[in-house]
């Protein structure tokens, strides 16, 4: 009689149970693996880039400041995640928290969730009606809101539609995002806002005034976002610079400044103090051309500044006449950003300011005067009948060198004088390189180098595919059909074939 023999099971209950324990071991040591290298990463790590337009490079201004923050700072990007500029944003806050984990960010799109919104307007308070794509900077109580708004330049670019129709279109040219934030961290950080003074009563411009030619309301929002402080002044009387002033500001004086103001404004720069002195064409005499005899002139010359009392031309070098585009810089802090580029200064009737040449031998201690912007060197005097060229300075840049054994109250004299005040006005200041320049004087006479090399505008480059409708519908039907039927062929021939 045959016996059958039964085979013997596949896997025993010892085989099974020895293959779920190397499982559970095994995921057990991927999971291991992974919370170390996360662990691991947070200061050592290595990233990779498919090319360098997916890496966001941080300046070395931004990342000196980064590297110096101590206070955890909360950043809430008040977004709406549609935006054109959100992922721009989101990624280069993510380079600051990556560079300096004590920031941290939080995302509030306010169009979806409205709990936190309300949370944050809370917090903030902000306006429901004004106040959207907001990216706000805390740090101890301290809080400063960037206006989406404010992150990028725009241009009105001119397209067709599918109906060849004209449109025009807003276009972003430059990404700000990262000079923006940069002030809005220096301001959060720092204890204490610097103090600036801007001297009245001589006819200078107004801080206050929205006038689009004299009014300096724009200029005094450049020194409010770099956390200066900046209030009027007059001197006469009693009044003398308070002993907190890091900047005294002199925009444009139209009419004389009496002895007395001007003995505090000497003793001031003396004491090691930091001075923007802007002087314009109001001050000559429009028949005779003389200068006014502001009394600022004699001061500087002390110094080896030379303000001349002229206006220049330069037609070669002119949008509308009586304006001229400089362009023309030597090295300096002041002015190194502007040189290379496309922008430069826009001078409005500019008087000459240059180093006063002195024959005699100049002592070591004594001030170092940089001439650091010029015109062309086919430039006239306005009313030279004979318009011989030259080429003339128009901003000077100068420094006091330290005196051994000696300690001024104030630090070391800085100064910055220029032939124009109404290229800082609200109307000139967003020509060309003009409010860059201001940012950069003052950050230099305030001693901010790190401001001073930092970031800038970013070129922000858009990529476009042009296709025409028949183009549109073949895409369409590779991306909807053949790619897609391509992965059910191969899986319907490895089923056919394991089937067999």
């Known amino acids: ?73 909360l950043v809430t990007l008040y977004y709406d995640k549609t935006d054109p500029l959100y992922g721009t944003v989101k990624d280069l806050l993510g380079e600051f928290s990556i560079a300096n984990p004590r920031i941290l960010v939080q995302t509030v799109d306010y169009t979806r969730d409205a709990g936190a919104a309300q949370k944050v307007k809370a917090s903030y308070k902000l306006d429901a009606a004004s106040d959207k794509n907001l990216v706000i900077f805390d740090c101890e109580k301290r809080s400063w809101p960037v206006r989406g708004d404010e992150l990028a330049k725009y241009v009105i670019e001119e397209l067709r539609n599918d109906k060849q129709e004209r449109v025009l279109q807003r276009k972003i040219t430059a990404f700000l995002g990262e000079t923006a934030f940069y002030q809005a961290l220096l301001g959060v950080t720092s204890p204490k806002p610097l103090h600036a003074c801007f001297l009245t009563g001589h006819g200078e411009h107004n801080l206050e005034s929205g006038d689009q030619r004299l009014g300096y309301l724009k200029f005094a929002s450049i020194l409010a976002q770099r956390n200066i402080r900046l209030a009027p002044l007059g001197l006469l009387g009693t009044n003398a610079i308070p002993a907190d002033c890091n900047l005294l500001i002199i925009a444009g004086p139209a009419t004389s400044i009496s002895d007395a103001e001007l003995a505090k404004i000497e003793r001031y720069l003396n004491e090691g103090g930091r001075l923007l002195a802007l002087f314009n064409a109001s001050s000559l005499d429009e028949r005779t051309g003389l200068d006014r005899a502001i009394g600022l002139e004699k001061i500087l010359g002390k110094w080896g500044i030379r303000v001349g009392d002229v206006i220049i031309s330069d037609p070669d070098n002119s949008d509308k006449g009586s304006d001229v585009i400089v362009s023309a810089f030597t090295t300096h802090p002041i002015v190194n950003p502007l040189m290379g580029s496309k922008t430069g200064l826009d001078l409005t009737r500019p008087r000459p300011v240059g180093k006063l040449n002195s024959k005699s031998p100049q002592p070591a201690d004594a001030p170092r005067v940089e001439q650091v912007a010029f015109s062309s060197p086919h430039a006239f005097i306005d009313g030279d009948p004979n318009k011989e060229p030259h080429q003339f300075p128009f901003i000077v840049a100068v420094e006091k060198g330290a005196i051994k054994d000696v300690i001024t109250e104030r630090g070391t004299t800085r100064m910055v004088v220029a032939g124009d005040s109404v290229f800082l006005g609200n109307q000139e200041i967003d020509k060309l390189g003009n409010r860059d320049f201001a940012s950069y004087a003052v950050d230099w006479l305030l001693e901010r180098t790190q401001l001073v090399q930092g970031p800038g505008p970013k070129p922000f480059k858009t990529f476009k595919i042009v296709m025409t409708r028949s183009e549109l519908q073949s895409a369409q039907w590779v991306l909807l059909g053949a790619f897609p039927g391509v992965v059910l062929t191969l899986g319907g021939l490895v089923w056919l074939r394991r089937r067999r």
């Open 1 to 73: 009689m045959a016996t059958h023999s039964q085979s013997a099971p596949s896997f025993s209950p010892w085989r099974k149970l020895s293959i779920a324990c190397n499982l559970v071991l095994l995921v057990a040591l991927v999971m291991a693996v992974v919370v170390m290298v996360n662990y691991l990463s947070r200061e050592c790590f290595w990233r990779f880039h498919a090319g360098a337009r997916t890496r966001i490079q941080l300046s070395r201004g931004t990342e000196s400041l980064l590297k110096s923050i101590t206070n955890q700072v």
